[in-house]
């Protein structure tokens, strides 16, 4: 429990921004410096820099707490809504540190009409259900399905339909514009207190939301963030958990919700082992809900250690941090209600924080019967574990893939300047030895050197050529050869299984095996997937790098008088890999209804486990299939981003020397024009100002790259911490 | 009421001392009568065996439900007693069995049926049933010789016991069977499963699961009904799912009588047909409410804990299975009689017998039907 009360770690956050700022102000010189072209791939970095931002997703069963516990980290308690029952039925994402004109924005995504008609018709689960005719029957589901248009088309009218597709975008965000569109609402029509609730349960859209993206002040993080709040999982509602699957995707940071009473029921080892094989670091335990267990502080310690433990399990050799925490305390500690307050002191708090003070966990104080609501306020605040979480992403922004991601962008913008440093020096040199050898620069001479340029892009735009062709059969080759893999592993266990049911002899018995071996299966399926992408990536970037030394090769044998080889900057040590999600997903065997009509069959033949194989191989193959779409879609934005940096890159140096050639060509265009002469290329008088020129963006290069130096070294020890 | 309940509890012992004895005597009359069809005596006096043990059979009741719902803490309200540990993280696989004995005593079974009687080791002397309600021992404890506990439970045999750690009692054994001179459990028996196999596997837990004749399933009010739970239920072998209640338990979290309400009305909807009824319930205000330093707010907790409708509804369900045994027992017994009428014996004396035997049995079928089922599930006496 070392991390209760330490404080935010808000040094980190605020290096990170620092270091955030001074790559938005590098950016922007080096953009006022370059031509037109560079400037737009600039353009595109800075707009990266500044929209980055940490991304934590925050994930657990229903009614974990999820939604409360993010109104008491961003300190607004009761923004977003929170209900005794299921409340929260739409992807949220809250953004802090946005440009400010977005600032108490929110915006509505409706679903489109083919996503509304797929849930409609029972999303993924439906549709195997329905399709295989595996199942006697699917009621639960379409009844809940049929409930849900009919509780849209109450709420919305019969036209919702024409809704869909849409948006929604509003200039204030207030909590009951969230309970409008984000909460489940109820879906009775007996308890209207009054008019009002009448009126907004009437107007919910949240059946049809797809996506919320509110906008808000402030930065509780200390660094630009977006905390993405999600319908919960284990929900009878299938699909409301598919949405949540489906969407988790690549945040940084991992927040899991455990509750107290029941911490890492299988559901929640379900959800924790689809994080397995992210890089470590990402995942944070909190254990929310601690008001609701009269603990005292031996049973606190106990309860941490039996969650830690199992974690350690779960992923042997990481040490993922476990936080006890009470969203309700540190949201009855925000809203400062007196009679609130005062109704704490006589709940289990008092014992928890006594105990927890006597052993002098810091940050805990016993709770005296004479203290002001502020002191109350103050002190439940500090045991409510709301800083110790906030401490842990702070510390995870500084040390974790957020800045990793930082980390390319800043040093990319240094490779520029050095690029554009090497080129003016080259510029330079070959000025002052053209003027050394009293070389008359003749127009042919220029047109000459600047057709040499034309030549080397075309050399570089045939090298980047075969490096995408290089990439693309690097990555066709081994993503095939594992998708070849994962499909042999899921037959093999299809196969395994075959055997091993006809050895059952009923699926009834057999059952419960299965179930944990597919368990296993997904779970192995997923470290496969982990390690071999990691390889595949570690290849892609070592293909990278031989690209670079091609480029390099290239432009040192066009400009042989080049006193420096290109630059490239840093890569990211490792890219980030594509989300496995839908490994998690629901197939034909997991669902009950499959089961139930098998369960009467006596006596398993073999044509009978055949066809079981094939379902089984099929539902895999189906998972796998999708897991390998979306890593296709992932790896072609690697490829065009790492040809898009080369070619940049590369660029950078070669461009400006074209730049400097067709100054002097319109230059002395100029003079000719003025001195009707022509001859005079070498002459002083307008020789010299250039060279003047190309010193100053030397000097004006220089004092970039040294500043890109600093920020990038600023960044290296921040992340090595 | 209190007399009420005296002469119910004395209706209901004629179940034992009357009918019983009446059955029993015809069996052994009907094994003395001898003729050509002393086959058909045997078998008949076999069926009426059956019947005297399905009426002797305490109802079971199974409390089910996931981890830390609170399963426990109202078996321990329903024993008046500090039998079973509640613990808030136990990885726990075992199903306990509790009914009644003369003498306490408590048997582990193993996976292969193997019945291990635990030694005096596992005992333990404890005064009073005074223990905390989340006890930091893993212990359960049981308290059998306390006179002046408030409720009255009063029992002649000696020796309090303390059960050690369900930890070390984990699998081979599958079923922990603790036999408790406690009355209710002569009426009542129950058994608390967590994680019943999923599989048509048998078990000890699961044989002592088929003879559960009402099923309550306990679920957290702030996280009531999850897709897992819902699984499960759907699960689980019942003979009678409207012998069932869903107790959403953790009453005392919940702050507004509003959200009550709400809680109700999405598991009435999520739940439809599924459960003879659902109730709010706070089994630990429910048992603070037996502790002697409570005393003074017993009631209050009581009434706020709304065991009370628990225990009615339970008692309903309880009565509901006594008075469908009895109507089974008529019907078998009539039929047992009628086959019996049927009955031709050529001795003259054995058919005059067998006829006030034929008769004596439609007498007592139908005295069966005058027998009144439970009337509360207060303690009787061992």
């Known amino acids: 429990m070392e991390s209760f009360g330490s404080l935010i770690d808000s040094k980190v956050t605020s290096r990170l921004g620092e270091i955030k700022r001074r790559g938005i102000d590098l950016g922007e010189e080096l953009q006022a410096t370059l031509h037109a072209r560079l400037g737009r791939f600039v353009n595109s970095m800075l707009s990266d820099i500044e929209s980055h931002s940490c991304r934590i997703a925050v994930i657990g069963q229903i009614k974990a707490g999820k939604s409360s516990l993010i109104n008491s980290l961003i300190r607004r308690p009761g923004l977003l809504p929170t209900d005794i029952n299921p409340s929260t039925a739409v992807i949220t994402k809250l953004y802090f540190g946005a440009p400010a004109e977005r600032n108490n924005t929110a915006l509505f995504e409706f679903f489109g009409e083919q996503e509304w008609d797929r849930i409609m018709s029972g999303g993924r689960a439906g549709a195997l259900t329905i399709d295989r005719e595996a199942a006697v029957g699917a009621e639960t589901l379409n009844k809940a399905l049929e409930e849900l248009r009919e509780r849209a088309e109450v709420r919305l009218g019969n036209d919702y339909k024409s809704l869909l597709g849409k948006h929604h975008l509003f200039s204030s965000v207030t909590s009951g514009l969230l309970e409008r569109y984000v909460s489940a609402g109820d879906n009775s029509s007996s308890d209207t207190d009054s008019e009002d609730e009448n009126e907004a349960s009437s107007h919910n859209y949240s059946d049809i939301t797809k996506n919320a993206e509110i906008f808000l002040e402030g930065q509780p993080l200390g660094y630009p963030s977006v905390i993405i709040d999600t319908p919960g999982v284990n929900d009878p509602f299938l699909v409301r958990d598919e949405i949540t699957h489906g969407n988790l995707g690549d945040a940084d940071i991992f927040l899991v919700v455990l509750t107290a009473q029941q911490p890492l029921s299988k559901s929640d080892l379900a959800l924790l082992r689809m994080l397995k094989g992210l890089q470590k670091d990402r995942i944070i335990a909190v254990v929310n809900r601690i008001d609701l267990i009269d603990m005292n502080g031996e049973e606190a310690e106990e309860l941490a250690a039996h969650v830690r433990n199992s974690l350690l399990h779960e992923f042997p050799h990481t040490d993922i941090p476990v936080i006890l925490v009470s969203a309700l305390w540190a949201q009855t500690s925000l809203r400062s209600d007196h009679e609130e307050l005062r109704r704490v002191l006589t709940s289990s708090f008092p014992a928890y924080a006594t105990k927890m003070a006597e052993r002098g966990e810091p940050g805990f104080e016993i709770p005296r019967e004479n203290w002001s609501d502020e002191t109350i306020a103050e002190v439940l605040y500090r045991s409510s574990g709301i800083p110790a979480v906030l401490a842990g992403i702070s510390r995870l922004i500084g040390h974790s893939v957020t800045a990793e991601r930082l980390l390319p962008l800043v040093s990319t913008l240094g490779a520029i300047s050095d690029n554009t440093v090497i080129s003016t020096c080259y510029s330079i040199k070959s000025l002052n030895d053209a003027a050394a050898a009293n070389e008359h620069w003749t127009r042919s001479k220029v047109s000459e050197s600047l057709t040499q340029l034309e030549n080397l892009l075309t050399d570089v735009e045939t090298t980047l050529t075969k490096c995408k062709e290089d990439f693309r059969r690097l990555l066709t080759e081994e993503i095939g050869r594992l998708r070849r893999f994962m499909l042999y592993t899921a037959e093999q266990f299809a196969e395994d299984q075959r055997a091993s049911l006809l050895h059952h002899g009923t699926y009834a018995s057999f059952r419960e095996d299965f179930q944990e071996q597919s368990f296993q299966l997904r779970s192995q399926l997923a470290e496969d997937f982990y390690k071999y992408i990691t390889e595949i990536s570690k290849q892609f970037l070592a293909r990278q790098e031989e690209a670079e030394t091609a480029m390099r090769q290239a432009v040192k044998s066009a400009l042989p008088n080049l006193n420096d080889v290109l630059h490239f900057g840093i890569q990211s040590r490792n890219l980030p890999p594509p989300s496995i999600m839908p490994l998690s997903k629901v197939t034909a065997v997991d669902i009950d209804n499959f089961w139930d009509s098998k369960a009467l069959i006596d006596k398993v033949e073999p044509p009978e486990a055949n066809q079981f194989k094939e379902i089984v191989f099929q539902s895999f193959a189906e998972v796998i299939a999708e897991l390998f779409d979306l890593t296709e879609t992932t790896q072609s934005d690697h490829v065009s981003h790492a040809l898009r940096r080369l070619r940049f890159l590369s660029y950078s140096a070669i461009y400006p020397l074209a730049q400097q050639l067709q100054d002097l060509v319109s230059t002395r265009k100029d003079m000719e024009d003025l001195s009707q002469g022509g001859q005079g290329w070498g002459t002083p008088f307008f020789w010299e100002p250039f060279l003047d020129e190309c010193q100053q963006q030397l000097a004006r290069s220089e004092k970039l790259a040294k500043e890109a130096v600093e920020i990038r070294q600023d960044c290296i020890r921040l992340i090595s911490g | ?382």
């Open chain 2, 1 to 382: 009421m209190h007399q009420v309940n005296q002469r119910l509890k004395v209706a209901r012992v004629n179940i034992e001392g009357e009918v019983l004895s009446e059955l029993c005597a015809i069996r052994k009359s009907l094994s003395e009568l001898s003729g050509g069809i002393t086959k058909g005596y045997i078998k008949a006096a076999r069926a009426i065996g059956i019947v005297e043990q399905a009426l002797r059979r305490p109802v079971r009741l199974a409390v089910l439900g996931e981890e830390n719902s609170g399963k426990s803490l109202l078996l321990n309200y329903l024993l008046k007693h500090q039998i079973l540990p509640s613990k808030q993280f136990s990885a726990e696989e075992t199903g306990i069995l509790i009914r009644y004995s003369a003498e306490p005593s408590v048997y582990t079974v193993s996976k292969e049926g193997h019945r291990n009687r635990l030694t005096s080791r596992a005992f333990g002397t404890l005064s009073k049933a005074e223990a905390r309600l989340h006890p930091k021992s893993s212990s359960i404890i049981y308290q059998a010789s306390d006179h002046s506990s408030r409720r009255g439970i009063s029992s002649r045999s000696g020796s309090p016991v303390v059960l050690t750690k369900r930890k070390t009692l984990k699998p081979p054994s599958r079923l922990i069977d603790v036999g408790l001179p406690l009355g209710l459990l002569r009426t009542l028996e129950m058994i608390e499963v967590r994680n019943l196999p999923e599989d048509k596997t048998v078990t000890p837990a699961t044989i002592a699961f088929r003879q559960v004749d009402i099923a309550i399933w306990c679920t957290l009010a702030t996280q009531a009904w999850k897709e897992t739970e819902a699984i499960s239920w759907r699960r689980i072998p019942l003979a009678h799912r409207q012998s069932s209640l869903l107790l959403v338990t953790y009453k005392d979290a919940i702050q507004d009588t509003r959200d009550e309400v709400k809680i109700l009305e999405r598991l009435h909807r999520a739940t439809p047909t599924m459960f003879n009824d659902i109730l709010l319930v706070s089994p630990k205000d429910a048992v603070a409410s037996l502790l002697p330093d409570e005393a003074e707010n017993g009631n209050a907790l009581r009434a706020s804990s709304n065991i009370e409708a628990v225990e009615h509804a339970l008692l309903c369900l309880v009565r509901n299975q006594q008075v469908h045994r009895l109507h089974k027992a008529n019907r078998l017994l009539r039929s047992i009689a009628a086959s019996l009428a049927r009955m031709e014996n050529q001795d003259a004396d054995a058919s005059q017998r067998q006829r006030v035997i034929t008769d004596k049995l439609y007498h007592v079928a139908d005295d069966i039907m005058n027998v009144p089922p439970s009337a509360s599930l207060a303690f009787e006496a061992a």
